[in-house]
Structure formats: C-alpha cells, structure tokens
C-alpha cells in the first residue's frame, strides 16, 4: 500500500543566488514527486512535495546532499497530500 504525503521543508543558510531552485528541480526530475520549490523573503527556500512516503525521504535527501555546504538548518512538516500539484515547479 502506497503512503502518500506532503513535506514542507524549509532550508536555511546560504541558499539563496546559488542555484539551490535549479538543483531542486534537477533533483525533482529523478524522483516520482509533485509541488514546488521557491525563495523566500525571509531568506529560506521551501519546498512543498508531495509523494510517496518513503519517495519523499529520498528526494529530500538527495536535495540536501546536492546543496551540502550550503545549508545550515533544516525544517520538516509531514502532513497529508492535499494534490493540486500536476507536477514539480518553481514559483516565484
């Protein structure tokens, strides 16, 4: 049975004007997710996904250890998916 679910996650430290959207989306294409990644004022990245459980672990996982150097903190609400995303996006 496939648990599907949401991640919110913010990431923190020198994530922004480094390409952090870009490699999210790159990453994005490698995994079976829907949602968005997007800059925010505060100086964060968040990234909604949606998924399978253990799908959205990995993609998280591999955003971070593409972005390894440049994140100082991480942030993770799980929730249930809500759909709504025909696919994985930037927003601006």
């Known amino acids: 049975m496939t648990r599907t679910g949401r991640i919110t996650v913010h990431f923190s430290g020198m ?4 390409g ?5 989306m790159r990453v994005a294409r490698s995994f079976q997710v829907t949602g ?8 964060r990245v968040e990234v909604v996904a949606e998924g399978d459980a253990d799908e959205l672990t990995r993609f ?4 971070e ?5 440049y994140i100082s903190n991480v942030e993770e609400v799980r929730a249930e ?8 996006s930037v927003r601006y």
């Open 15 to 18: 994530v922004q004007g480094v």
């Open 20 to 24: 952090f959207r870009y490699t999210t």
């Open 36 to 43: 968005y990644v997007k800059n925010l004022s505060d100086g």
């Open 60 to 63: 998280r996982s591999s955003i």
């Open 65 to 69: 250890k593409a972005m390894d150097g």
């Open 81 to 88: 998916a809500a759909g709504g995303f025909p696919s994985f």
